[in-house]
């Protein structure tokens, strides 16, 4: 019985760690969510981590510079040739409280938690959601869908 337990735990951690999801919506737009790729402070560059103070200063939706390449980074931005400093992103919880916590498990030399998914909005969604480019969902049990993600954005507005 515990050998399946594990067996089943293993095949959903690698379907968790998995890069990029297509997922389809009721109205067949492709999606793409990204899974956090960075597990570990040490693997980020450190002329990033010299700004971390300068993350999630305030509540804006548009990403500052320090935002934007930091998240670039964690999520792999730019295999897809997407950049969001300055995009108008949305976080699922809160941009302060996501990035004070980066912030408290940098200072205390622990590692970053991987239960972040970052998802890029087609024009039609972004239109949508009130003028997201993206959304950032994290500290979630469950990966929301699209259409949940996108009413809880313009909710927002």
Not at 111 to 124: C, D, H, K, M, R
Not at 138 to 155: A, D, G, M
Request: hydrophobic letters at 40%.
């Amino acid at each position: 019985m515990n050998k399946l337990l594990v067996i089943i735990c293993l095949g959903l951690l690698r379907l968790c760690c998995s890069s990029i999801l297509i997922c389809n919506s009721n109205n067949n737009i492709e999606q793409e969510v990204l899974q956090r790729q960075v597990r570990d402070f040490a693997e980020i560059p450190t002329e990033l981590l010299t700004h971390i103070d300068k993350m999630g200063i305030d509540s804006f939706l548009i990403l500052n510079e320090y935002e934007g390449r930091y998240l670039n980074y964690v999520f792999k931005t730019d295999n897809l040739n997407l950049n969001l400093v300055g995009k108008t992103v949305g976080f699922l919880g809160s941009k302060t409280d996501f990035f004070k916590d980066e912030r408290e498990r940098f200072y205390h030399n622990s590692t970053p938690v991987g239960g972040a998914v970052l998802y890029i909005l087609t024009a039609e969604q972004k239109v949508e959601s009130g003028g997201y480019d993206a959304a950032i969902v994290y500290w979630s049990k469950f990966l929301p869908s699209i259409k949940e993600v996108i009413t809880r954005l313009k909710n927002r507005r």
